[in-house]
């Protein structure tokens, strides 16, 4: 369980996962013991005004130096990364982003004795030679994005640095994570957050992904609790150290649009794949989380039905609030 005068250091809290992570450890350890970090600013207000927040580039050790002498933090989230279909616009930054932002983060948590360190993965780590279907723990892993050979040689170190310096550091590896409290950025799933705001616009949605794409998909409540669960679980409990795979739902683009036309039958939606259709097209289609579930009892909340009808609530409470 979490004990409550920890501090805890979010690096990314500006993103669409880190925005609400930030929240629900706030909630968990108090505003002042979570610290929010990124190279950008909050755009959302309970995040910029409920607790600290610093401007931190992952890649400048002195900076995170400086921070986890002030702080003495117990936990690190680290979040940040180029995403897969930004990262195939620049993939020696992506790379560099996201292999030399985590070493700086596990070598800062080995120096500071940080208890325990998050990282997240993702399905990008599975390439066009993983079985697709039911995509099991340990498998055939060719991945052929930037982003998911980092993620692959990111839980290769984290296993490592959990092996030989016995750090305590885990990892999920998500499906494509819709909410409505902050966009994604950058990804291939990206569509099935777009597609929730032009259909509460009363705009109809050009999808970017054939119809018939299903991809692993999960509502970003279940996320949360995923990630919450997995670092409150005890030590002995996680037997997998690269990164766990996680699943709740998976979906097409047709999918997702007849679920929204249950509540707005006038949404319709086109296809114009572009790039993103080939990176899709090298993902799985369903993921085996039965190790997730066996080691720490993970299990979700929301199906698609589930997700359409909360997300159309919560986005037009927000336009309403914002036309005020
Ligand atoms: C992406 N949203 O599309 C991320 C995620 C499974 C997809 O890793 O790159």
Not at 65 to 86: D, G, R
Not at 163 to 179: A, E, F, H, N
Not at 281 to 306: M, Y
């Amino acid at each position: 369980m979490a004990n409550t005068s920890d501090t805890v250091l979010v690096i990314g809290a500006c993103g669409q996962l880190g925005s609400e992570l930030t929240m629900e450890l706030r909630k968990m350890y108090g505003d002042a013991n979570v610290v929010a970090a990124d190279i950008s600013t909050p755009k959302q207000a309970d995040l910029r005004d409920s607790g600290p927040f610093e401007k931190v580039d992952v890649l400048d050790t002195n900076v995170l130096a400086e921070l986890a002498s002030k702080y003495k933090f117990k936990q690190i989230y680290h979040l940040a990364a180029v995403l897969s279909a930004t990262g195939e616009k620049n993939p020696k930054f992506a790379w560099k982003l996201n292999m030399d932002g985590l070493f700086n983060v596990l070598d800062l948590a080995l120096e500071q004795k940080v208890e325990r360190v998050y990282w997240p993965s993702s399905i990008a780590v599975f390439g066009p030679s993983t079985p697709r279907q039911n995509t099991p723990q340990q498998t055939v892993m060719d991945p052929n994005t930037v982003y998911g050979i980092s993620k692959q040689a990111g839980e290769r170190w984290c296993e490592y640095y959990f092996q030989k310096y016995g750090l305590d550091v885990r990892s999920l590896r998500y499906p494509g994570l819709i909410g409505y409290k902050a966009l994604p950025g950058g990804g291939t799933t990206d569509y099935a957050v777009d597609i929730y705001h032009k259909a509460i616009e009363g705009e109809n949605f050009e999808c970017f992904l054939s119809e018939n794409t299903y991809l692993p998909m999960m509502y970003m409540p279940d996320a949360l609790k995923a990630t919450l669960d997995l670092m409150h679980a005890p030590a002995e409990s996680i037997k997998v150290r690269d990164s766990y795979n996680l699943s709740a739902m998976s979906f097409s683009p047709k999918e997702i649009a007849a679920s929204i036309k249950k509540h707005i039958p006038e949404f319709e939606i086109t296809y114009k794949p572009d790039s993103r259709q080939k990176i899709a097209d090298s993902w799985p289609q369903s993921i085996d989380d039965s190790a997730a579930q066996q080691d720490w009892g993970w299990k979700p909340a929301f199906d698609l039905d589930a997700m359409t009808e909360d997300m159309l609530v919560n986005l037009k409470k927000m336009k309403q609030e914002q036309a005020v």
